[in-house]
């Protein structure tokens, strides 16, 4: 889909909530002006939500008045409403909540549609805007996801596995001698040091997992697909991925743009 710079909207508010961060970022017509991380915090009232939202735009000399759309992805159904209704009084604008039902041109395969992750739909119109088809779109969030979109946009699905700061606070917490660890890059494989060995097996194994998932996938559908890499551990891990050809660090939010602009246009 096409739009002339004069129908963008001055300013759009993009958010993605996860298990653990809560990413925002502000589009100026085309242009990603900024972006913020912030901790989800489960217990958040619409004031909070407020209280921080606003000062964020304000460093950015953005007036709320200029916010000319809202489009946000939730995978906390919990906090969805309260962030919806927060800027809702904030800003003036009702939020486009995206889910299976939301326009997004993808033919969504999924034997439930309704069970896709609205994080993983942007993800893939994200990727598809940037990178063309067919894709693999990886974000390593709180959980990895790989989601498979095919040239004539078909949403394959895809695979779903614990995150790497997830895996190591298991192996802190289900066991009684492991420490906890920041995630790094490795100097070697061999870890000579417990802390080193579970740096190089959350390192290298999931970088290996990942991209046996990519060749099986490959395998599966016989499509040569472009595998790129998106969230917060994505450019760490991906570096060591044979079969990641990209890095893109918003591609959610790119994606979140993209399915704003389709619900202002009529269906094709």
């Not at 304000?58 to 759309?69: F, S, V, Y």
């Not at 997004?104 to 994200?126: F, H, M, Q, W």
């Not at 596995?161 to 190591?168: I, Q, S, V």
């Not at 660890?181 to 097996?201: D, F, Q, V």
């Amino acid at each position: 889909m096409s739009l002339g710079s004069a129908r963008l909207p001055r300013h759009l508010l993009t958010i993605d909530i996860g298990n653990t961060n809560v990413v925002l970022g502000v589009f100026e017509r085309e242009r990603l002006l900024n972006t913020w991380r912030l901790s989800t915090g489960a217990r958040r009232t619409t004031d909070e939500v407020k209280l921080y939202t606003h000062p964020l735009l304000q460093m950015e000399g953005i007036d709320r008045d200029t916010i000319q759309g809202i489009a946000l992805s939730s995978v906390v159904p919990k906090l969805t409403g309260l962030y919806v209704d927060a800027l809702e009084e904030l800003l003036g604008q009702r939020a486009l909540v995206v889910d299976h039902t939301t326009r997004t041109d993808l033919k969504i395969e999924y034997l439930n549609p309704a069970e896709v992750g609205s994080d993983r739909l942007a993800n893939a119109v994200g990727a598809r805007k940037v990178f063309g088809k067919p894709v693999i779109a990886v974000d390593f969030g709180t959980a990895i996801t790989l989601d498979i979109l095919t040239e004539d946009d078909r949403y394959l699905g895809g695979a779903i596995l614990p995150g790497p700061l997830m895996a190591a606070e298991a192996l802190y917490r289900g066991t009684a001698k492991l420490p906890q660890i920041s995630l790094e890059k490795p100097e070697a494989c061999i870890g000579r040091s417990t802390e080193m060995g579970i740096r190089s097996g959350l390192y290298f194994g999931f970088a290996g997992a990942i991209d046996l998932l990519i060749e099986k996938t490959r395998e599966e559908t016989g499509i040569p697909f472009r595998a790129v890499a998106t969230g917060g551990l994505g450019r760490l891990i991906s570096e060591q991925c044979r079969q990641i050809e990209d890095y893109h660090p918003h591609l959610t939010l790119l994606g979140l743009r993209e399915i704003w602009l389709m619900s202002q246009e009529k269906r094709p």
